[in-house]
């Protein structure tokens, strides 16, 4: 009888790990797009790297999302002239390494 109220207590606990896990991941999935664009211009020397994001795919918008010297993620309207200009910037330092 001990072993099998052992057995349920382990299959419950299971159970609401893999629970855990899947509701962990799908909040990652989403957190993972962009949503809405910054209002502020970022100046490229705080820029590190970016990511373009293309509303074909699992998300709503077109962005690029701009990786900061803090590890910050800002998403970003691709249409917006100094998008362009810090996506050709960190496009040439890409190159001369």
């Known amino acids: 009888m001990m072993c099998r109220s052992k057995s349920l207590l ?4 299971m159970s ?3 629970l855990h896990l ?3 991941s799908e909040a990652a999935s989403n957190f993972d797009c962009c949503l809405r664009y910054t209002e502020h211009v970022l100046h490229p020397k705080f820029i590190v790297g ?3 994001q ?3 795919e699992a998300c709503d918008i077109d962005a690029i999302i701009f990786h900061t010297k803090k590890k ?3 998403c970003a309207d691709p249409k917006k002239n100094w998008v362009k200009q ?3 910037i960190l ?3 890409v190159k001369k390494m």
């Open 10 to 13: 382990l299959a419950a606990l």
């Open 16 to 18: 609401a790990l893999l």
């Open 22 to 24: 899947c509701s962990e």
């Open 50 to 52: 970016f990511t373009q």
């Open 54 to 56: 293309l509303a074909n």
């Open 72 to 74: 910050f993620a800002i």
């Open 86 to 88: 810090a996506v050709h």
């Open 91 to 93: 496009s040439q330092r």
